[in-house]
C-alpha cells in the first residue's frame, strides 16, 4: 500500500502560534513527548464546512492534558478558532483534524516540568477508515494478545499517545493474520473496543456496548447511544465477556475516523450487517451533516 508521505505533503499547519508551510512544522529530536509519550492527541472531522462536536473535542483535549499534568496553553475558544482557520488555510470542508500537544524539549529525564507544551494543529482530506467496499459484509476483527490496562494502571479517560503503544502493536499483528482490526479486551478480559473505535453488539434487538471504565468514551459512541435512545431502542451498557461473542446477531464499531462501521466477522464468529447498523449508521451519517 502506498500513502503520501505525511510530512512530505503540500499545504499549511498551525504550530505554536504560527501557519507554517507544512514542510516546516517540525519538532526537535529531544523533545520530551518523543521520549516519555508526554503528548495528548484530538481526532475530528468536518463535514460540509462544519466539525462534528468541534466543541466538545477541544474541550477534550484540554482534559486529555490536564489528565497527564499538561496544560494547553491556548484556550477552548481559541482552538476552535484555528481548527476553522487551518482548514481554510487549506481550502477544505470535508476534513479529518489532529490537534496535537507534547512536551518540549526544556528537560530531559522522566521529570518534566520546565518543559513547555507545545501544540499543533493539522488537517487533511481522509476518505473512510475502513475499506468503503467493505460497507455491505462488514470488516474483519481478531481478538489480540494485548488488554486495555486498568485505570490505575494508566491515564485511560486521556486520549493520551502513550495508549496507542499496544493499539499499533495488536493492529500490526492482526494485519499479519489477514484481519481489518484487533478487539481489545480489557485487563480482566471483558471485551473493551478495537484498536481505535468503540464497539456496539446487538442481541435480539438490544444495544449493547461495554461500559467505558478503562477506555475512551468516544464521542461517536456517545452521539450513537443518544440516537438508539431517541429511536427507542432498547440499550444496555455493561460489561461483555468474550463467550458472548457467538450470541450476537449484529457488531459495529463507533469512532470519529471510524464514523458507524459495520463487522461481518470476529475471529470465527460471522455477523450480518444487520438492520439496527443500517438504521444507526444512517442516521450518523445524517446527524453530522445536519
Ligand atoms: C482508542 C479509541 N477508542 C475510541 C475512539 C472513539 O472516540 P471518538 O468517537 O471520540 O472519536 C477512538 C478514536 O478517537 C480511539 O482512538
Redesign the pocket.
Known amino acids: 500500500m502506498s500513502v503520501l508521505p505525511f510530512d512530505e505533503r503540500d499545504g499549511f499547519i498551525w504550530i505554536d502560534g504560527e501557519i507554517k508551510p507544512w514542510r516546516e512544522a517540525k519538532i526537535h529530536v529531544l523533545s520530551h513527548g518523543m521520549h516519555y509519550a508526554s503528548s495528548v492527541f484530538e481526532?475530528e472531522r468536518m463535514y460540509d464546512g462544519k466539525i462534528f462536536e468541534s466543541r466538545k473535542?477541544s474541550e477534550?483535549f484540554h482534559k486529555s492534558a490536564e489528565i497527564l499534568g499538561m496544560k494547553i496553553p491556548i484556550s477552548v475558544d481559541e482552538l476552535e478558532e484555528i481548527k476553522y482557520d487551518i482548514c481554510k488555510k487549506n481550502d477544505l470542508t470535508s476534513a479529518y483534524i489532529r490537534p496535537v500537544a507534547w512536551r518540549g524539549g526544556e528537560q530531559m529525564g522522566v521529570s518534566a516540568k520546565l518543559t513547555k507544551t507545545h501544540v499543533a494543529v493539522a488537517a487533511w482530506a481522509w476518505g473512510t477508515y475502513f475499506d468503503a467496499e467493505k460497507r455491505n459484509t462488514g470488516i474483519s476483527l481478531k481478538t489480540s494478545q494485548w488488554r486495555k490496562p486498568a485505570a490505575n494502571t494508566a491515564p485511560t479517560q486521556s486520549?493520551a499517545a502513550g495508549?496507542?503503544m499496544i493499539?499499533t502493536m495488536s493492529k500490526h499483528a492482526v494485519e499479519d493474520d489477514g484481519f481489518d482490526d484487533a478487539l481489545m479486551l480489557d485487563y480482566r478480559g471483558y471485551v473493551a473496543?478495537?484498536?481505535?473505535?468503540?464497539f456496539f453488539a446487538v442481541k435480539d434487538g438490544v444495544l449493547i456496548t461495554p461500559t467505558p471504565d478503562c477506555?475512551?468514551n468516544?464521542?461517536?459512541?456517545q452521539a450513537v447511544i443518544a440516537l438508539a435512545k431517541d429511536m427507542g431502542i432498547p440499550f444496555e451498557e455493561r460489561h461483555i465477556k468474550p463467550e458472548e461473542l457467538n450470541s450476537f446477531q449484529e457488531i459495529f464499531l463507533?469512532?470519529?475516523?471510524?464514523e458507524v462501521t459495520a463487522v461481518g466477522q470476529i475471529d470465527d464468529h460471522k455477523y450480518s450487517v444487520g438492520p439496527i447498523t443500517k438504521k444507526l449508521r444512517e442516521a450518523y451519517e445524517t446527524l453530522v451533516r445536519s
Do not use: I, P
Open positions: 481526532g473535542h477534550r486520549k495508549l496507542y493499539a473496543e478495537a484498536s481505535a473505535a468503540n477506555f475512551l468516544g464521542l461517536t459512541r463507533t469512532g470519529t475516523a471510524a
